[in-house]
């Protein structure tokens, strides 16, 4: 498997935790907010997105990606349209520039703003479990997921 394949499955995977979390999920948990500093449901998506978009900015400066107001239908709909423009790239397109003087590699982007994106799904799973809707065990390893698949 190259380093683009297995990116490319990280995405899917990417996407089916995040699908997961938010499936079922009651509408006033993407405004939950527990006690202290932090970010909501959907601010929390809209930061995934934006991780993304810097990803798609890494294979296109001049791309335009999708922006989406911060409502969590329009921001589940921007992270898949996000996602199938970062797997198009990984399947035809080379990375572009630098980061403070560091190259952007596949390693790179998988070491920072993609690590990072699955941090936050991770967030997300803990904030609807303290929303009270806590998502249901699955044992991942058995789950098809398949690169260049997003389901919904």
């Given at each position: ?28 948990f993407y405004t939950y907010l527990p006690a202290g500093d ?115």
């Open positions: 498997m190259s380093d683009r394949d297995t990116i490319r499955q990280f995405l899917a995977t990417l996407n089916y935790r995040l699908r997961g979390v938010v499936r079922d999920a009651p509408k006033s932090g970010r909501s449901a959907v601010e929390i998506i809209h930061h995934v997105n934006d991780l993304l978009r810097f990803v798609v900015r890494a294979f296109d400066k001049g791309s335009i990606v999708p922006m989406s107001p911060t409502e969590p239908e329009a921001e589940l709909s921007t992270f898949g349209k996000l996602l199938e423009i970062v797997d198009m790239h990984l399947q035809k397109s080379e990375l572009t520039g630098d980061v403070k003087g560091r190259a952007l590699t596949l390693h790179v982007l998988l070491q920072g703003p993609l690590a990072d994106a699955m941090t936050h799904v991770g967030q997300l799973a803990q904030l609807r479990r303290q929303a009270g809707s806590p998502v249901a065990y699955e044992n991942y390893m058995l789950a098809e997921i398949e690169p260049g698949k997003f389901p919904v």
